[in-house]
């Protein structure tokens, strides 16, 4: 079986490009967890967080908005301590920051999946790569979502971010045209 050449060799990332990467994600929940993940990736490999989705949620109490945006200096401290996680006091209050944020898109929107869908028409983007080298790292949609949820006080979701997030919610399917997943 031929996969996107990233994830060869490793059954933890061979299992998410076979079972998420590219599959479109409705549930909010889901959105804001992937939110949080590709942000604490910010400049380590994707599999180092991957490993440490489980202890993400469990440390962001399974990403309850609500509870998110009651944490405190003490909850803070609290993560900085939580060696199964990212520690890094930026990344950490970026998620308090993005909570509130999709907060208020829910209000505005009636749903964060409703508001990021609408930027794709409601159907992930479909590429035709023949190599992974031929996938950007960002294209001008990411850019444009981006400056929107920064103007919206989100933080951690620069272009490169949110085109690794588009592919991660299925927004974007980059599967390479010799994956067994390519969608022609």
């Known amino acids: 079986m031929i996969r996107c050449n990233w994830c060869e060799g490793d059954a933890l990332y061979e299992s998410y490009h076979d079972t998420v990467w590219g599959n479109p994600v409705y549930d909010d929940t889901k959105l804001f967890e992937f939110l949080t993940l ?48 990212i520690r890094n006091r930026l990344k950490i209050k970026s998620v308090i920051k993005n909570a509130h944020g999709v907060l208020q898109i829910q209000k505005e929107h009636g749903s964060f999946s409703e508001f990021l869908w609408t930027y794709v028409n409601h159907k992930p983007i479909i590429n035709h790569f023949n190599s992974m080298e031929d996938v950007p790292a960002e294209t001008e949609l990411s850019k444009r979502i981006s400056k929107d949820l920064k103007k919206r006080g989100f933080s951690f979701v620069g272009p490169t971010i949110i085109y690794a997030y588009m592919q991660a919610v299925g927004m974007v399917n980059d599967h390479i045209s010799s994956c067994f997943l390519y969608k022609d």
């Open 38 to 85: 590709e942000g604490a990736q910010a400049g380590l490999s994707w599999i180092a967080v991957l490993r440490r989705q489980e202890s993400y949620k469990e440390a962001f109490d399974q990403y309850d908005l609500q509870q998110i945006i009651a944490y405190d200096e003490d909850k803070i401290e609290s993560l900085m301590h939580n060696e199964k996680i």
